[in-house]
């Protein structure tokens, strides 16, 4: 191991302890609520940056979320699942309706396929909606249960009752499943679905399985979805599935002006993207009524000058300061 | 079933009716994704202020709805055309951009609508009361009214797309965009009348819902997804193909909610589009 996977090993160690010392640092619970969701919208923007390696722009990855929350939430609240098999097994539930789906869906591409993933999605919040019996119809879910507190030598250690613990649970869980796509992002996987994204007859004639990896893809995708809206359903404690709840059609919108403003060429995007959005939200939270149309207006700016996101703005900086100041150099 | 046949014919007729204003939906977004190619999906926010105006004018300035639903849709054609100019077409051919900038406007417009007239809904005058009386069956009004006037707008567009030759661009750029070109048809002037048809169309769809159902912020969404369900069934970009999957989906709305429960009305556009994906993916008529 040379010094610089050192320094580097260092530094993520710090960062995470960092990241696990802000909850204690911040002790405000409206904002560790704003932190919450944070975390969850990464995860789920990632998910949707995850179809994009392929090519494709998944506009459904809101039901897939749909689906873990109501998964997990039932598994726990009729089968008495613990938390961790139930937030498990939602995620594997949307991984496989999206396996499913995917066979059909992966065969057009383009907005076609967008417009697909966007009627997928509001057919399963209509599911949700009108399923009265399971799903509890126009009121949803409601005491959905806490996941177990952590006891050792019978003494409970941390309690999750509340956001001031449970936000370390969605950390953990986003920053484990943001390690495994970024980790599955820099593995041979990858190289295959980039070569499906460049070219899928090319890839097809190089003796690439295109629609499985296809379908692969859109499966993980619907898994992280999946536990993302786990996570939400164990931190609302009640779900609904109404046209403007968590899972319509406005959250998918939000998702991904939130990886288009982050940038959806690089793995931080999603990151960046979900943490400025969200924080432009919640500062512009005093202009009531007029919030939507500031945070549309902005999203249409910003597309037209900097349709790459903010991870791309290194580089035209860095292009901008070679343009003024080295051009004379290269004249002279 | 036991339900007496009233309960059939009305399911029928509210279903065909609502039906022939989703087509005017489908219509429009396939010729913005045909011919501009993209994505556009503030269209249901289009409808949305659309059937505002005619809301305002009708109930504010005492206008009549046959005046106000044309100065409505010519109000939104000119809405189009800026949008075409000053965000859409630098977009052409673009996957991501468009979605998102659509998504901004779409938060746009129904904030706009919030802001103006609330969060309530409201109601346009109706178009007429009562009913015809025809082979002993009775047929509401003002749902007849709404789609002689539907059909006479689409119409018209048929008219335009086979014997003007604007129109006969906007279906050569759709079927072959170089080989237009070459012919010498200016892309960017047919994109923006493919803008304005698909917005007028739009406006006129939702003054036409607003005058038998009624009007809030958020009534795009609906006629949105039910839009695109009928250019995936009908098949991209064929006239006779939206009209067809216009009308299996509004029969489908109308008898699926009587005959099972709301469950399966709601899976129903799904099963449907996987099942044609699967067996036949070019859509009805399609040539794709």
Same mark, same amino acid.
């Given at each position: 191991?040379?010094?610089?996977?050192?320094?580097?090993?260092?530094?993520?160690?710090?960062?995470?302890?960092?990241?696990?010392? @802000?909850?204690?640092?911040?002790?405000?619970?409206?904002?560790?609520?704003?932190?919450?969701?944070?975390?969850?919208?990464?995860?789920?923007?990632?998910? @949707?940056?995850?179809?994009?390696?392929?090519?494709?722009?998944?506009?459904?990855?809101?039901?897939?979320?749909?689906? $873990?929350?109501?998964?997990?939430?039932?598994?726990?609240?009729?089968?008495?699942?613990?938390?961790?098999?139930?937030?498990?097994? $939602?995620?594997?539930?949307?991984?496989?309706?999206?396996?499913?789906?995917?066979?059909?869906?992966?065969?057009?591409?383009?907005?076609?396929? !967008?417009?697909? =993933?966007?009627?997928?999605?509001?057919?399963?919040?209509?599911?949700?909606?009108?399923?009265?019996?399971?799903? $509890?119809?126009?009121?949803?879910? =409601?005491?959905?249960?806490?996941?177990?507190?952590?006891?050792?030598?019978? /003494?409970?250690?941390? *309690?999750?009752?509340?956001?001031?613990?449970?936000?370390?649970?969605?950390?953990?869980?986003?920053?484990?499943?943001?390690?495994?796509?970024?980790?599955?992002?820099?593995?041979?996987?990858? &190289?295959?679905?980039?070569?499906? /994204?460049?070219?899928?007859?090319?890839?097809?004639?190089?003796?690439?399985? @295109?629609?499985?990896?296809?379908?692969?893809?859109?499966?993980?995708?619907?898994?992280?979805?999946?536990?993302?809206?786990?996570?939400?359903?164990?931190?609302?404690?009640?779900?609904?599935?109404?046209?403007?709840?968590?899972?319509?059609?406005?959250?998918?919108?939000?998702?991904?002006?939130?990886?288009?403003?982050?940038?959806?060429?690089? +793995?931080?995007?999603?990151? #960046?993207?979900?943490? +400025?959005?969200?924080?432009?939200?919640?500062?512009? /939270?005093?202009?009531?009524?007029?919030?939507?149309?500031?945070?549309? &207006?902005?999203?249409?700016?910003?597309?037209? +000058?900097?349709?790459?996101?903010? =991870?791309?703005?290194?580089?035209?900086?860095?292009?901008?300061?070679?343009?003024?100041?080295?051009?004379?150099?290269?004249?002279? | 079933?036991?339900?007496?046949?009233?309960?059939?014919?009305?399911?029928?007729?509210?279903?065909? %009716?609502?039906?022939?204003?989703?087509?005017?939906?489908?219509?429009?977004?396939?010729?913005?994704?045909?011919?501009? /190619?993209?994505?556009?999906?503030?269209?249901?926010? @289009?409808?949305?202020?659309?059937?505002?105006?005619?809301?305002?004018?009708? %109930? !504010?300035?005492?206008?009549?709805?046959?005046?106000?639903?044309?100065?409505?849709?010519?109000?939104?054609?000119?809405?189009?055309?800026?949008?075409?100019?000053?965000?859409?077409?630098?977009?052409?051919?673009?996957?991501?951009?468009?979605?998102?900038?659509?998504?901004?406007? =779409?938060?746009?417009?129904?904030?706009?609508?919030?802001?103006?007239?609330?969060?309530?809904?409201?109601?346009?005058?109706?178009?007429? *009361?009562?009913?015809?009386?025809?082979?002993?069956?009775?047929?509401?009004?003002?749902?007849?009214?709404?789609?002689?006037?539907?059909?006479?707008?689409? #119409?018209?567009?048929?008219?335009?797309?086979?014997?003007?030759?604007?129109?006969?661009?906007?279906?050569?750029?759709?079927?072959?965009?170089?080989? !237009?070109?070459?012919?010498?048809?200016?892309?960017?002037?047919?994109?923006?009348?493919?803008?304005?048809?698909?917005? !007028?169309?739009?406006?006129?769809?939702?003054?036409? &819902?607003?005058?038998?159902?009624?009007?809030?912020?958020?009534?795009?969404?609906?006629?949105?997804?039910?839009?695109?369900?009928?250019?995936?069934? $009908?098949?991209?970009?064929?006239?006779?193909?939206?009209?067809?999957?216009?009308?299996?989906?509004?029969?489908?709305?109308?008898?699926?909610?009587?005959?099972?429960?709301?469950?399966?009305?709601?899976?129903?556009?799904?099963?449907?589009?996987?099942?044609?994906?699967?067996?036949?993916?070019?859509?009805? +008529?399609?040539?794709?």
């Amino acid at each position: 191991m040379n010094s610089k996977r050192i320094i580097s090993l260092f530094s993520i160690i710090a960062l995470v302890i960092f990241l696990f010392a @802000v909850p204690t640092l911040i002790s405000n619970y409206y904002w560790l609520s704003v932190l919450s969701l944070v975390l969850i919208n990464i995860l789920l923007v990632s998910s @949707v940056r995850t179809v994009i390696l392929i090519g494709h722009l998944s506009l459904g990855q809101v039901g897939f979320a749909a689906v $873990g929350a109501y998964g997990a939430a039932l598994l726990a609240m009729e089968a008495g699942l613990p938390f961790w098999a139930a937030l498990i097994s $939602g995620g594997l539930m949307a991984g496989l309706l999206a396996m499913a789906l995917g066979y059909p869906f992966l065969k057009v591409k383009g907005m076609y396929f !967008a417009i697909l =993933t966007l009627l997928a999605a509001e057919s399963i919040r209509n599911v949700a909606f009108f399923w009265a019996s399971l799903t $509890g119809g126009f009121l949803g879910l =409601t005491n959905i249960p806490v996941p177990e507190p952590i006891v050792i030598a019978g /003494r409970v250690l941390m *309690d999750f009752s509340r956001v001031d613990n449970y936000i370390y649970i969605v950390l953990a869980v986003v920053l484990v499943s943001l390690f495994i796509l970024y980790k599955l992002e820099h593995s041979h996987l990858n &190289t295959r679905w980039s070569a499906i /994204r460049d070219s899928e007859e090319l890839a097809r004639s190089s003796g690439i399985n @295109v629609s499985w990896y296809k379908i692969l893809n859109f499966a993980i995708a619907g898994f992280f979805a999946g536990i993302s809206g786990a996570l939400f359903a164990f931190f609302q404690h009640n779900i609904s599935a109404d046209a403007v709840s968590r899972f319509g059609a406005l959250t998918s919108m939000y998702m991904l002006i939130y990886l288009v403003v982050g940038g959806e060429r690089k +793995f931080a995007g999603p990151i #960046l993207g979900t943490f +400025f959005i969200m924080l432009f939200s919640e500062f512009t /939270r005093p202009f009531k009524e007029y919030q939507l149309m500031l945070i549309g &207006t902005f999203t249409v700016v910003f597309v037209i +000058f900097i349709p790459e996101g903010l =991870t791309s703005l290194p580089g035209m900086l860095k292009l901008l300061y070679r343009k003024t100041f080295k051009t004379k150099v290269i004249k002279g | 079933m036991d339900l007496p046949a009233d309960v059939w014919v009305q399911a029928l007729i509210n279903g065909f %009716t609502l039906s022939w204003i989703y087509i005017l939906m489908a219509l429009g977004l396939a010729f913005i994704m045909s011919i501009a /190619r993209i994505l556009q999906l503030a269209h249901g926010e @289009v409808y949305m202020i659309g059937a505002y105006i005619v809301f305002y004018l009708t %109930t !504010a300035f005492g206008l009549n709805i046959y005046l106000a639903l044309p100065l409505s849709m010519i109000i939104m054609a000119v809405f189009g055309i800026f949008m075409e100019k000053f965000i859409f077409r630098r977009f052409q051919n673009q996957l991501l951009a468009p979605i998102i900038a659509s998504m901004g406007i =779409t938060m746009i417009l129904t904030n706009v609508a919030i802001v103006s007239f609330g969060l309530y809904t409201r109601s346009v005058p109706r178009i007429a *009361d009562g009913s015809f009386q025809v082979f002993g069956g009775s047929f509401p009004k003002d749902r007849v009214i709404v789609t002689a006037i539907t059909v006479f707008l689409l #119409l018209m567009v048929t008219l335009f797309l086979k014997k003007f030759k604007s129109g006969q661009a906007m279906v050569a750029i759709s079927q072959n965009r170089e080989g !237009a070109m070459l012919a010498g048809i200016n892309p960017v002037q047919v994109s923006r009348l493919a803008f304005i048809i698909a917005c !007028a169309l739009a406006a006129a769809g939702g003054g036409l &819902t607003g005058a038998i159902l009624n009007v809030s912020p958020f009534m795009g969404t609906p006629p949105l997804v039910k839009g695109i369900v009928i250019i995936v069934l $009908g098949g991209l970009g064929s006239l006779p193909g939206a009209v067809v999957g216009g009308m299996i989906l509004g029969l489908l709305d109308g008898i699926l909610p009587i005959m099972f429960d709301p469950l399966v009305a709601a899976l129903s556009p799904l099963i449907l589009v996987v099942i044609f994906l699967l067996f036949r993916p070019q859509g009805l +008529f399609g040539h794709e």
